[in-house]
């Protein structure tokens, strides 16, 4: 990912998890992402919110399952050692 305002590149490393179903991974990354864009975190840390709520939605069947709140997701991040990087 390309932060224009920063002039950096960031990349991440997808956890490994066991994927049902794909379905809804992208829609998933971005809500993530933009919640918290919107919630005044850095893009470091929109971007592993965004990971983190896609790779709990890939692991159940359906669209809508898993979605964690934002105390779920902060705790997954650091079970699941999340680390965005700069590049």
């Not at 224009?4 to 379905?23: G, Q, W, Y």
């Not at 850095?42 to 990971?51: A, C, H, T, V, Y």
């Not at 359906?62 to 902060?74: D, F, H, I, M, V």
């Amino acid at each position: 990912t390309y932060d224009a305002n920063e002039k950096k590149f960031f990349s991440l490393v997808p956890p490994k998890v066991r994927v049902k179903d794909t379905a809804g991974a992208g829609d998933a990354f971005n809500s993530g992402f933009l919640a918290g864009i919107i919630k005044g975190y850095d893009m470091r840390k929109s971007i592993e919110l965004g990971q983190i709520i896609s790779s709990y939605v890939i692991q159940h069947r359906g669209t809508k399952n898993k979605l964690l709140n934002e105390t779920q997701a902060k705790r997954a991040i650091k079970r699941l050692k999340i680390n965005c990087k700069t590049c």
